[in-house]
């Protein structure tokens, strides 16, 4: 399995660029980088994912370096409610597409 | 973004007897759900992958008696803890993928609390 490395936990100032970064050295070529953020006691959200461009959409963007054994998140202005613990994961591209939780980046935006 | 929804949110039930938790999706048809749980301060453990019309693939460690799921349709699939003991207690979340193929985006339910007394 392509695992992934986050840190533990980050705080964020309200209004400034939250930048959750994501290690995933072992990725294979047709593997896709996902991000969820999970807030207390619900299902994760889907935030966004990609392959090998950069993306982006209303909630966020995904940086993705050339060599795909990295990424980033980023929330453009984060807000009180983006705290959250924030999962990066690579699906596997084989039988099933399971998704597979590591531990994620506890984010605490800080008023 | 697609829904998935879970039904019951939380659910008490006595040692010993089976509780049934459903998660269906609401507007896109699923072939592949997939159920996790979840202790406390802990990440999403995956315990099976249901796929429609064909026996669950259960993560090695869980009980296939215990937990018993079955993918009746394309928007329905259903975890059913039997015999349940207090240390079944947890989060239980599903999610169902809108395709087949790795860049198929997945979508969770909102979870579902189970606690044995």
């Known amino acids: 399995d392509a695992k992934t490395t986050q840190p533990t936990s980050m705080d964020c100032a309200e209004g400034r660029a939250a930048n959750l970064p994501c290690n995933h050295s072992t990725i294979s070529g047709n593997e896709y980088v996902y991000w969820y953020r999970q807030i207390h006691s619900q299902g994760p959200q889907y935030i966004i994912h990609g392959l090998k461009n950069n993306e982006t959409n209303e909630m966020a963007s995904l940086i993705i370096t050339e060599d795909r054994k990295s990424s980033t998140l980023i929330l453009p202005h984060a807000t009180l409610r983006d705290t959250a613990v924030y999962y990066c994961?690579?699906?596997?591209?084989?039988?099933?597409?399971?998704?597979?939780f590591g531990t994620g980046t506890s984010l605490t935006v800080i008023p | 973004g697609a829904v998935v929804s879970q039904h019951p949110s939380w659910v008490i039930c006595k040692s010993g007897t089976s509780v049934k938790i459903e998660c269906r999706s609401l507007?896109?048809?699923?072939?592949?759900m997939f159920w996790y749980r979840q202790f406390p301060k802990q990440s999403l453990m995956l315990m099976a992958t249901?796929?429609?019309?064909?026996?669950?693939?259960?993560e090695q460690g869980v009980e296939k008696d215990k937990f018993l799921i079955n993918h009746a349709s394309l928007t329905l699939s259903t975890l059913t803890v039997t015999s349940a003991h207090p240390e079944d207690s947890s989060f239980y979340i599903c999610s169902a993928s809108t395709g087949v193929n790795s860049g198929n985006t997945i979508y969770f339910g909102e979870g579902s609390w189970l606690t044995v007394v």
């Open positions: 994961i690579v699906r596997r591209s084989y039988t099933g597409n399971q998704f597979y």
């Open positions: 507007d896109f048809q699923a072939t592949t």
């Open positions: 249901s796929n429609e019309g064909s026996k669950a693939t259960y």
